[in-house]
């Protein structure tokens, strides 16, 4: 059986009257991403989201249908305005110098290359893309792709092209850039044993958020949840990230839809004292087969971007970090495009696999979703089973308990008896 994780979900979301998160593409390619990757991943719903709606404005035949299913829009037109208002509002802090989130959009073409007139119009007005031309089969033409990728991530993906490619005729790029100066007092911490998904033990380096001020809790039967604010110029706190550890030591499902909703609705605010790992961690994948797996891009037709055109690949290149002074993340997708038919303080230490949510106030739909499996360090012994964290320790009201691990499980004794982490008495 797959070992158990803890996750983090890294989610900017926009608090913004009427759009919510009934959008379940976001849940669905994570989980995707999730069974196919063994490893840490790191997904932007809505880098993916801005690329896909640019393509959707070629897209022909069947093709348009499956991408309105995959994400849930009723139209293009639905789509596209989805998408605008998203990035408009993504955009009304990206000059604020503490907390801000950047959205760029671009389409390379080769010099000799004409696109369709509507395609072009559509994504310099919807999506504020850049068109511009690359010669994607020589060296000179990819750097220059790179270098916007690297100038509108301030460096934290550096290409999103590793060599030249005669086959590649368009590219549709888009680059979401998310910095966040931590409005709580957080400071080095030393080190923790962080406990891997595979059951190694690492020392990591630590960061330590008293609680000298409140923190957003959700609580509910699944996960425990700690919201952390960013800080902003004008002492309103546009962004947060949220820490998610399931209850379960043993959880072996994933964060969906449904589960995250139950948790926004399990809201409070408490005094918490959080420990949580000092983490650099990245993800490249080509994802086009695994969104042909939900149904998309399976009629390859986008012939709306120039003749005879078909998507090649979709890859997506993400990368987060966070230390004592905040956290950053960023995202490009790529859509390369071919011709020819194919009240007390509670105790939460992020000590094992875990889920990260960057949040924006506006909107319940996540822009970043990351789930940490393994982290580099130096090797050490796994955590006991005193040091692993279950979330907030109130398994019951007034109980002290000592926890201990048999058989692979986290088991929980008290005077009244054996527990497993869901509260099931064991015999």
């Known amino acids: 059986m797959k070992k158990n994780f803890l996750s983090v979900v890294l989610m900017a979301v926009l608090l913004v009257p009427g759009i919510k998160a009934e959008n379940t593409f976001p849940f669905v390619i994570f989980e995707k991403m999730q069974q196919e990757i063994e490893g840490n991943v790191i ?3 809505f880098s993916l989201e801005q690329a896909i709606g640019m393509a959707a404005n070629g897209a022909q035949g069947e093709a348009l249908p499956e991408l309105l299913a995959l994400t849930g829009d009723a139209s293009l037109a639905a789509m596209n305005q989805r998408n605008q208002e998203l990035m408009t509002l993504l955009r009304q802090h990206e000059n604020d110098s503490l907390s801000y989130l950047r959205v760029a959009n671009s389409v390379w073409h080769l010099p000799t290359m004409v696109l369709m007139q509507p395609f072009q119009d559509s994504v310099s007005l919807r999506y504020d ?33 590793e060599q030249p490619d005669p086959v590649l005729t368009v590219a549709l790029i888009n680059a979401t850039l998310f910095h966040g100066a931590w409005a709580v007092d957080a400071g080095e911490g030393g080190k923790m044993p962080f406990l891997n998904a595979d059951g190694t033990g690492t020392n990591v380096d630590k960061v330590v958020m008293g609680p000298s001020s409140y923190k957003d809790l959700y609580l509910d039967e699944d996960f425990v949840g700690v919201g952390v604010r960013f800080a902003a110029e004008d002492y309103g706190s546009h962004y947060s990230v949220m820490f998610i550890l399931p209850r379960d030591y043993q959880y072996t499902g994933t964060l969906t839809a449904e589960k995250w909703q139950s948790l926004l609705q399990h809201h409070s605010y408490s005094e918490v004292y959080l420990e949580v790992p000092k983490f ?15 149904g998309a891009f399976v009629h390859n037709g986008f012939g709306g971007i120039t003749s005879n055109a078909f998507v090649s690949n979709v890859i997506h290149s993400t990368r987060m970090t966070l230390d004592e002074k905040g956290m950053s993340a960023a995202a490009v997708t790529m859509i390369g495009v071919a011709e020819g038919m194919p009240d007390h303080i509670e105790y939460v230490t992020i000590n094992r696999p875990f889920y990260v949510a960057i949040r924006a106030e506006g909107t319940d739909e996540p822009i970043f979703l990351a789930s940490i499996k393994q982290l580099k360090g130096d090797a050490c012994q796994a955590p006991t089973a005193q040091y692993i964290t279950l979330g907030v320790e109130n398994v019951r009201a007034g109980d002290t308990f000592v926890k201990f691990i048999r058989d692979g499980k986290l088991l929980i004794e008290t005077a009244n008896g054996t527990f497993d982490v869901t509260g099931r008495m064991i015999e």
């Open 280 to 294: 650099d961690v990245s993800c490249n994948k080509d994802l086009l087969s695994w969104l042909q797996d939900l």
């Open 43 to 45: 997904v932007s719903p």
């Open 129 to 161: 893309a850049k068109i511009d031309t690359a010669n994607f089969a020589m060296q000179y033409g990819i750097d220059s792709v790179n270098q916007w990728v690297n100038d509108n991530t301030d460096g934290l993906i550096k290409k999103i092209l």
